[in-house]
Nanobody, 131 residues
Framework: QVQLVESGGGVVQAGDSLRLSCAAS????????MGWFRQAPGKEREFVAT?????????KYANSVKGRFTISRDNAKNTVYLQMNRLKPEDTAVYSC???????????????????????WGQGTQVTVSS
């Protein structure tokens, strides 16, 4: 099993930057990918970014954040980061990290973008962007 703890949220102004962190513990050797999702009030949780956990680095972004957000990982620290630049008020949401935890996956594995593909979730961290 895996435990995930996010940090780094806060209140910023439009145009500012924030970096979120997500530290994983437990059976991290079975993590296939780590993703970031967000949920704004009254909206469904949506995909933000994902990164493969080992081997070649595979990354995907939602179109709404492409070019502004950067996901990265530090396997030595079992941590994934989300660098968020040029933040907009519409980025305001609770950001959660999630782990796609598998005992077996093929060489053609691609990190998923669907929230149902992630079995472990952090508690979330609030990001508020004021205009």
């Amino acid at each position: 099993q895996v435990q995930l703890v996010e940090s780094g949220g806060g209140v910023v102004q439009a145009g500012d930057s924030l970096r979120l962190s997500c530290a994983a513990s437990g059976q991290t050797f079975n993590i296939a990918a780590m993703g970031w999702f967000r949920q704004a009030p009254g909206k469904e949780r949506e995909f933000v970014a994902t990164i493969s956990w080992s081997g070649s680095t595979l990354i995907k972004y939602a179109n709404s954040v492409k070019g502004r957000f950067t996901i990265s990982r530090d396997n030595a620290k079992n941590t994934v980061y989300l660098q968020m630049n040029r933040l907009k008020p519409e980025d305001t949401a609770v950001y959660s990290c999630a782990a796609d935890w598998r005992t077996l996956y093929s060489g053609s594995y691609q990190p998923p973008v669907g929230r149902d593909d992630y079995g472990y979730w952090g508690q979330g961290t609030q990001v508020t962007v004021s205009s």
